[in-house]
């Protein structure tokens, strides 16, 4: 399957549901309006909206919709979008990110505490932990440059109980053929907030955002989840 726009075109909805899509629409607008105003917010998501609906026409192929790799892609093209619409607002790079990121703060607290306590227990089953070692598994072999492709790390205990490496990222991949690798560092750094309130003790040294040969996520259970701000890289 090469020829994937009219897919995005007509399954965008769809692919952003959920937490992404709600960070988007949801968290974004009131961010921006509470730092920039209202006319400001408003200008930069109808620009947001007109280039979202041409980069999804335009999506290469990202994977199958199962292994969560299209969501991911069309979460990064309205991203993309985001981002250029800030820079010819005369926003820099890292306005752009700290509205992203703000949101998905905002996001994540709104969630009530005790089912993000109940997330972070079920995260750490050993039921959980096998059904993401076959996760991980199930990437392996695929060939298509915009899939993202990962290796499940066993933990020791101590340092983290459990891990996995990503070595192909297709967000990655697709913000550098769009030249817009000053933002990745803004990218990888949602990483954090979407984590914090679980209580997974993520932790990570490396980004293929960033220039690493790989992006190493560890969870500890216990341990605290940094803030992730400001992002390693930018």
Known sequence: MNDTGSYYVHNKEKLLKGIAGSILTGHVPPVLEHGYGKETAEQVMKGTGKKFDSYAAALPYGGDEDMHDAKDLIFAAWCLAYYRTMRESGRSAEEAGRALYD????????????????????????????????????????????????????????????????????????????????????????????????????????????????????????????SGWPPKGA
């Open 103 to 226: 949101a998905t703060v905002e996001k994540m607290n709104a969630y009530p505490p005790f089912l993000m306590k109940l997330l972070g227990w079920i995260l750490f089953t050993p039921v959980f932990k096998r059904i993401n070692r076959r996760t991980q598994e199930a990437t392996h072999g695929r060939k298509c440059k915009y899939c993202f492709v990962s290796n499940y790390v066993e933990g020791d205990g101590i340092r983290f109980d459990y891990g996995k490496d990503y070595i192909q990222c297709g967000i990655n991949t697709y913000f550098r053929e769009q030249g817009a690798e000053e933002f990745l560092p803004y990218m990888c750094c949602l990483d954090y907030p979407l984590a914090r309130p679980i209580g997974i003790g993520f932790h990570r040294t490396t980004t293929l955002g960033t220039g690493g040969d790989r992006c190493d996520f560890r969870y500890k259970k216990g341990r605290e989840t940094e």
